[in-house]
């Protein structure tokens, strides 16, 4: 069964409440504050918002590029497909600001899906290139994003299962395990996570098979490094433990 929000903190980490109905979406590992890589009003006056039901197709692979989008809320997957119809997940953007839908061709060379209800900003390709301003803000977020790809090219080419896994989770923290990350919040280190992937998605965007995912989750538990209670929930016991799995460390 799917989940209804992705990669959601439930519990802020400075201990506050969370505002009902709003999303607290984690920012990648590394990544700037939105602010310093927010529009300014001019550059979103150039695009169209557009809200989103979960599981809504902005492009797919093939169709003409003639927009560029930037998130507003929510979470978007990008994705490839193989002939013979296997997949593979190559971008996973939850961060307020990440940038998608660039093609150096006429078409789009992936496809584009919501994995919870959120917003986008739409740009005209042709507006994007006759701003400067535009484009060299989105070329700022851009990249951002190339250093988290880095990351990513690192974990499918040398991460075991665990770490693979234990990185994906990670990501969905805000502020920790990257740089700038301030360390355990006091003896409860804890978040809670919703995770908006399936077993399947999470296999697809990190190189593994559905099983080897459903392993990994159940040997998480069984260390006593994570819990799921009866609504879904993912809670991390030890963030600084978590993380310490990654490998990166």
Same mark, same amino acid.
């Given at each position: 069964?799917?989940?209804?929000? %992705?990669? !959601?903190?439930?519990?802020?980490?400075?201990?506050?409440?969370? /505002?009902?109905?709003?999303?607290?979406?984690?920012? #990648?590992?590394?990544?700037?504050?939105?602010?310093?890589?927010?529009?300014?009003?001019?550059?979103?006056?150039?695009?169209?918002?557009? *809200?989103?039901?979960?599981?809504?197709?902005?492009?797919?692979?093939?169709? #003409?590029?003639? !927009?560029?989008?930037?998130?507003?809320?929510?979470? =978007?997957?990008?994705y490839k497909?193989?002939?013979?119809?296997?997949?593979?997940?190559?971008? =996973?953007?939850?961060?307020?600001?990440?940038?998608?839908?660039?093609? &150096?061709? #006429?078409?789009?060379?992936?496809?584009?899906? +919501?994995?919870?209800?959120?917003?986008?900003?739409?740009?005209?390709? +042709?507006?994007?290139?006759?701003?400067?301003?535009?484009?060299?803000?989105?070329?700022?977020?851009?990249? +951002?994003?190339?250093?988290?790809?880095?990351?990513?090219?690192?974990?499918? &080419?040398? /991460?075991?299962?665990?770490?693979?896994?234990?990185?994906?989770?990670?990501?969905?923290?805000?502020?920790?395990?990257?740089?700038?990350? #301030?360390?355990?919040?006091?003896?409860?280190d804890s978040?809670?996570?919703?995770?908006?992937?399936?077993?399947?998605?999470?296999? @697809?965007?990190?190189?593994? +098979?559905?099983?080897?995912?459903? *392993?990994?989750f159940s040997?998480?538990?069984?260390? %006593?490094?994570?819990?799921?209670?009866?609504?879904?929930?993912?809670?991390? /016991? @030890?963030?600084?433990?978590?993380?310490?799995?990654?490998?990166?460390?």
């Amino acid at each position: 069964m799917r989940s209804d929000a %992705g990669c !959601q903190v439930l519990a802020p980490t400075d201990g506050a409440e969370a /505002k009902p109905g709003r999303s607290q979406f984690a920012r #990648p590992q590394g990544r700037a504050p939105e602010s310093a890589l927010a529009l300014e009003p001019e550059c979103e006056a150039e695009g169209q918002r557009r *809200r989103l039901s979960q599981h809504v197709h902005l492009f797919r692979e093939g169709d #003409p590029a003639v !927009q560029v989008y930037r998130l507003v809320e929510g979470a =978007v997957m990008l994705y490839k497909l193989l002939p013979d119809g296997r997949r593979s997940i190559v971008e =996973v953007l939850i961060a307020a600001g990440d940038v998608f839908g660039i093609s &150096s061709l #006429p078409i789009h060379d992936c496809s584009a899906e +919501t994995l919870v209800a959120g917003e986008v900003i739409a740009y005209d390709r +042709t507006a994007v290139e006759r701003s400067p301003e535009l484009s060299r803000r989105i070329v700022a977020r851009l990249h +951002t994003q190339f250093c988290a790809m880095h990351d990513h090219a690192l974990l499918l &080419s040398r /991460k075991t299962a665990l770490e693979r896994v234990t990185s994906f989770i990670m990501h969905c923290i805000p502020g920790r395990g990257g740089f700038g990350c #301030p360390g355990p919040r006091g003896e409860d280190d804890s978040a809670l996570i919703r995770l908006g992937m399936t077993r399947e998605e999470m296999a @697809d965007y990190l190189g593994l +098979t559905f099983e080897t995912v459903s *392993r990994v989750f159940s040997e998480l538990r069984r260390r %006593g490094a994570v819990s799921v209670d009866s609504h879904g929930r993912l809670c991390v /016991k @030890d963030v600084c433990r978590m993380c310490e799995l990654t490998g990166a460390h």
